[in-house]
T-cell receptor, first 113, second 114 residues
């Protein structure tokens, strides 16, 4: 099941620079997209979300962009900080019963001081 | 900030035994979920629950699995007869309403089947 895919398993960025994490999806019924951050031995922590009626949502250092025609979303972190080092998951849900989230495989971000 | 709490953090069980994983969702949330993540694999949806009923379940959630909200605060996942392949991290989540609202996750229970 590859409905949500994160093609980069890892990303390394210098502190202060921009981190760009990418996610692709195939199911056109998805209408709500989320990014989660996960530290080892912890559960996913909600970061930011975007509805399909928007193409951009911003919250502090985090911005999510949605390109519906390309079925692509990205998370921008500016400026990146060492504490941002974690695994980032994108997830999507559609207007189906149960509101189930479909997750990507995750991208491990390493921010170097 | 309110959070979802899960107990135990680690459960070791013999194959064939019953196990109950417990969760306390965020108090004003109405929708509850279980997910699991097998080591090295994606986080997978198991079941969603609202108003004391299952809203949706995945193919993974077979007759060996059940969920219950036994009181006003707890939400449990029971695996009736565990198999080796049930070994995984199990995450509970809750959301305040159904659609276009983030689900908030607990820190998970690591289930190890011997």
């Amino acid at each position: 099941d590859q409905q949500v895919k994160q093609n980069s398993p890892s990303l390394s960025v210098q502190e202060g620079r921009i981190s760009i994490l990418n996610c692709d999806y195939t199911n056109s019924m998805f209408d709500y997209f989320l990014w989660y951050k996960k530290y080892p031995a912890e559960g996913p922590t909600f970061l930011i979300s975007i509805s399909s009626i928007k193409d951009k949502n911003e919250d502090g250092r985090f911005t999510v962009f949605l390109n519906k025609s390309a079925k692509h979303l990205s998370l921008h972190i500016v400026p990146s900080q060492p504490g941002d080092s974690a695994v980032y998951f994108c997830a999507a849900s559609g207007n189906n019963a149960g509101n189930m989230l479909t997750f990507g495989g995750g991208t491990r971000l390493m921010v170097k001081p | 900030e309110p959070e979802v709490t899960q107990t135990p953090s680690h459960q070791v069980t013999q194959m064939g035994q019953e196990v109950i994983l417990r969760c306390v969702p965020i108090s004003n949330h109405l929708y509850f979920y279980w997910y699991r993540q097998i080591l090295g694999q994606k986080v997978e949806f198991l079941v969603s629950f609202y108003n004391n009923e299952i809203s949706e379940k995945s193919e993974i959630f077979d007759d060996q699995f059940s969920v219950e909200r036994p009181d006003g605060s707890n939400f449990t996942l029971k695996i009736r007869s565990t198999k080796l392949e049930d070994s995984a991290m199990y995450f509970c989540a809750s959301s305040v309403r159904y659609s276009n609202q983030p689900q908030h996750f607990g820190d998970g229970t690591r289930l190890s089947i011997l």
